[in-house]
């Protein structure tokens, strides 16, 4: 029974990693720019099956909201906004990358051999660091999900760095291509019969909901897979449906661009807020431990919560559920903001319709 | 075993990373530069979750020691296995490498549309978004600018 | 009890799959737009049926049955609109099948499928607002 499970695990393993060097081939030899994006949606999904195979559940749940959503519908307002023709090559551009890339990777493919052994638990990446989270997490932490463990408590400073590298970017977006349209846009027109009634009355019925799967993966986070990262992505992708069907001016009346900006900005302050707090009650920076002063610990009645022993685990746990909120926050404004940029360009420019 | 075996993920992550260098050399144009930027980044995230697969792993989400479930799993494994690796009685995936790509991969696609408006910018200046072209576009600028009055 | 129930949905699962491998082999194997949308389309919904109730059965009757039922709801929503909407564009920008136009278009075609309205899909819904 082990074995065949082992190798039923490791079979589709194999599998699913040939289609994706398979659609990466593709990717490379198409000349269409909208066929390279849309592969690169598929390779997305499939990647995301192949991180559930790996265990990773949730970065295979980032990597479908991520690959397969928001980064393709960015590439999409790109080549929208540059109107790129077919991709022109000539032989010159072929032989001399294509001897590169084969010294390069024989290269790496001579180093790769002396790696551990794929799946080996004792090798040094497995057996040292991961492992003491893993042991430890239950009793200093107290969630069972040990990557949110990891990600909001172990490393949260870390994770504050990639929060803040998220709304950088973001910004970088909006000085690019502005924070959304600068002039008011004229009223959409009126509907052309009933062309999009079905995409109108679907999405309709799908953006509540998709806000509403956002609070969930946000707040289930701590127990199974989902976090702030996925959770602000999806949450993101419910004004970006609305922009889409219902069009821009409609989505920017309901959510102003003013609006997105300060909570972008109010995410990374709440994330960095609470490990200042941290600090003022004298521990150390997003040391969660100190996030209530003793007084208030001790009013927390034992056994309120999970393990009567660690009555400690109250500063984890609202430590963990700030910073996520603040990392919610900070990507969905962020993501929201960069859509409104590509968008606002496109909205803007004269005959975009063409 | 084979290393070609032992060793596959490995080997596909660096075919991979190949794939996205090519894409990123053999065109000017800077879209499908972006793709393939964003293709080498995919084999680096599939390199680090690979190294950190134990084989017979669950997802490290922790689950009671002597619950159904965790018996049921730790019931397809040898038992010396499940002893030595084994946290609580169930063999779970290392966890750290989850959480540096998954960081990466939502950082990655802020940066991915960084470039890209950049790339919009470009075509705005330039009318253009061929490496090339874009080349020969400033030339001809510069030209007309220490020739004009 | 629980080996059939695990013997059935399996093979519901594996039903599931080949059927979601015939719609793959329709959309490379038929000749226009309208009937590779056709194609796809209904058998990923079918097929989504199928491995949905193949796991919901290997599963049991827990938490995860309502979950797969949200799942399950979700598909029976999103790829029907998706393939209108596929089809809708497909349309607008005048297309024809290759059966032979159908009578919308013999009449709406010609007045509707200009080349400065052709776009509408639903990404440039926004941008068409523009001056």
């Known amino acids: 029974m082990s074995e065949i499970a082992l190798q039923v695990n490791f079979g589709l393993n194999i599998a699913l990693l040939l289609m994706l060097v398979a ?8 000349r269409s720019l909208l066929a390279a994006i849309l ?15 790996m265990d990773a559940a949730d970065v295979a749940f980032t990597e479908a909201v991520v690959g397969a959503g928001i980064s393709t519908v960015v590439l999409l307002g790109a080549i929208l906004l540059v109107r790129a023709g077919p991709v022109r090559h000539n032989w010159r551009m072929t032989i001399v990358p294509a001897v590169l890339v084969l010294g390069v990777g024989g290269l790496l493919v001579y180093a790769v051999t002396g790696l551990p052994e794929f799946g080996d638990p004792a090798s040094p990446t497995n057996a040292h660091v991961g492992r003491r989270y893993l042991i430890q997490t239950p009793d200093e932490i107290g969630v069972p999900n040990v990557v949110t463990a990891v990600l909001a408590s172990y490393r949260g400073f870390d994770t504050l760095g990639e929060t803040v590298v998220v709304f950088a970017a973001g910004i970088g977006v909006a000085l690019m291509l502005g924070f959304g349209p600068r002039s008011n846009l004229p009223p959409a027109p009126a509907a052309t019969g ?7 009355v679907t999405a309709k019925l799908l953006i509540p909901l998709i806000a509403l799967f956002a609070f969930y993966v946000q707040f289930h986070g701590d127990l199974g897979a989902g976090g702030g990262f996925q959770a602000g992505v999806i949450l993101a992708v419910a004004p970006i449906l609305h922009a889409l069907v219902f069009g821009l001016r409609g989505t920017i009346a309901a959510l102003p661009v003013r609006a997105v900006r300060s909570i972008a900005t109010m995410g990374v302050l709440l994330y960095s807020g609470v490990g200042v707090v941290c600090m003022i009650n004298g521990g150390g920076f997003l040391d969660y431990d100190y996030l209530f002063p003793p007084s208030v610990e001790a009013m927390i009645p034992p056994g309120l919560m999970g393990d009567p022993d660690h009555a400690h685990h109250w500063g984890q746990h609202f430590g963990i559920f700030f910073i996520e909120l603040g990392v919610l926050l900070t990507v969905a404004a962020t993501m929201v903001t960069i859509f409104y940029g590509f968008a606002g360009r496109a909205a803007e420019e004269p005959g975009a319709s063409t | 075993m084979n290393v070609a075996v032992t060793h596959f993920n490995y080997l596909a992550a660096v075919v991979l990373m190949m794939i996205g260098l090519y894409v990123l050399f053999s065109t000017g144009n800077l879209i499908k530069r972006m793709i393939g930027l964003a293709l080498f980044q ?3 995230a599939l390199f680090y979750i690979s190294l950190g697969k134990v084989s017979g792993g669950t997802a490290a989400i922790r689950i009671y020691a ?4 965790a018996r049921a799993l730790a019931a397809q494994l040898d038992p010396a296995y499940v002893q030595q690796f084994g946290v609580g009685g169930v063999v779970y995936s290392n966890p750290l490498p989850h959480v540096l790509i998954l960081t990466a991969i939502v950082v990655g696609v802020a940066t991915l549309s960084v470039g890209l408006s950049i790339a919009v910018r470009i075509r705005e200046a330039y009318g253009t978004v061929e490496a090339g072209e874009i080349e020969a576009v400033a030339r001809v600028d510069a030209a007309g600018a220490g020739r004009g009055p | 009890m629980g080996d059939v129930l695990h013997v059935v949905g399996g093979g519901l699962v594996v039903a599931g799959a080949l059927l979601t491998l015939l719609g793959g082999v329709g959309v490379l194997r038929f000749p226009d737009v309208y009937t590779r949308i056709h194609a796809a389309s209904l058998t990923d919904t079918g097929g989504a049926t199928l491995v949905l109730l193949g796991l919901a059965l290997i599963s049991g009757l827990t938490l995860e049955t309502l979950k797969l039922g949200f799942v399950w709801a979700f598909v029976m929503l999103t790829t029907p609109a998706a393939a209108n909407a596929l089809a809708n564009a497909a349309f607008s920008a005048g297309h024809t099948p290759r059966i032979g136009a159908f009578q919308i278009m013999k009449g709406v075609a010609a007045s509707e499928a200009r080349p400065d309205t052709q776009r509408r899909e639903t990404s440039d819904d926004d941008e068409s607002a523009a001056p």
């Open chain 1, 23 to 30: 659609i990466g081939l593709a990717i490379a030899r198409t």
């Open chain 1, 39 to 53: 592969l690169m949606g598929v390779y997305s999904l499939a990647s995301a099956v192949w991180l559930i195979v």
């Open chain 1, 194 to 200: 009933d062309h999009h009634v079905v995409l109108r």
């Open chain 2, 42 to 44: 995919t084999s680096t």
């Open chain 2, 66 to 69: 002597d619950s159904p479930e």
